[in-house]
């Protein structure tokens, strides 16, 4: 009973298959927030059991990564900027995104195209941000090429190599182990989510005085 919705869902994702891994994946790293990471851990469980190639579900996923990050990346290039200073409801915060966005970018672009990857937020906003900032191009293509083949490679293979386990673990513990180590993954996930959101705040308020602080010097 308790794995009944995981096994329907895995058998949905079966029967759809590798286009719709590559829509998500592609969309997802478009900026538009979709289960795209979520689609590439399913198939990667799926060729754990045989019903998909690893081969194919990783370069599946690259392809769809890179694809869809370098749109987001002419998207952000051509209208980003426009659509985040143009006049309307919050503008201040759009604003923000740009003031903050661009020294970051200046001095870790690079790095967060690569590894934005494995981060949720980046992942999404990374490749456009990348494009508003006026990252080079041959620059961008680079870091997001290699990060998407090792994003694809690692999450890929983690959720194959884990759905083997799982299957055993189970075999070997029984379903009420399982079922423990899940929720202890829950506890985990929501003690390390605590901990980010703490650390996001923190980092929101420096923001927010260094935007006040520049304000007054301007004002003077």
């Not at 590798?18 to 900026?31: C, H, K, Q, S, Y």
């Not at 970051?104 to 195209?113: Q, T």
Request: proline share 5%; charged share 15%; aromatic share 10%.
């Amino acid at each position: 009973m308790v794995i009944a919705p995981f096994a329907t869902f895995l058998d949905v994702a079966q029967n759809i298959g590798l286009p719709v891994v590559f829509l998500l994946i592609a969309i997802e790293t478009m900026g538009i927030p979709v289960p795209g990471e979520t689609a590439l851990i399913t198939a990667g469980i799926l060729a754990s059991r045989g019903h998909l190639p690893i081969e194919a579900v990783i370069a599946v996923a690259a392809v769809a990564a890179i694809l869809g990050d370098n749109v987001g990346f002419a998207i952000g290039r051509r209208l980003g900027r426009r659509a985040l200073t143009a006049p309307g409801p919050f503008l201040h915060h759009r604003r923000r995104v740009i003031a903050v966005g661009e020294p970051f970018f200046d001095r870790h672009g690079p790095k967060a195209v690569f590894l934005g990857r494995w981060v949720t937020g980046l992942r999404i906003t990374a490749a456009w941000m990348a494009g508003v900032t006026r990252m080079s191009w041959p620059t961008f293509l680079f870091w997001n090429a290699l990060g998407g083949i090792a994003w694809a490679t690692s999450i890929g293979l983690l959720a194959y190599f884990v759905g083997h386990s799982a299957e055993k673990f189970i075999h070997l513990a029984g379903l009420g182990g399982a079922v423990v180590v899940v929720l202890s993954g829950v506890v985990l996930w929501f003690v390390l989510r605590a901990r980010r959101r703490r650390a996001e705040a923190l980092v929101e308020a420096e923001i927010e005085a260094q935007i006040e602080a520049e304000a007054e010097a301007e004002a003077r």
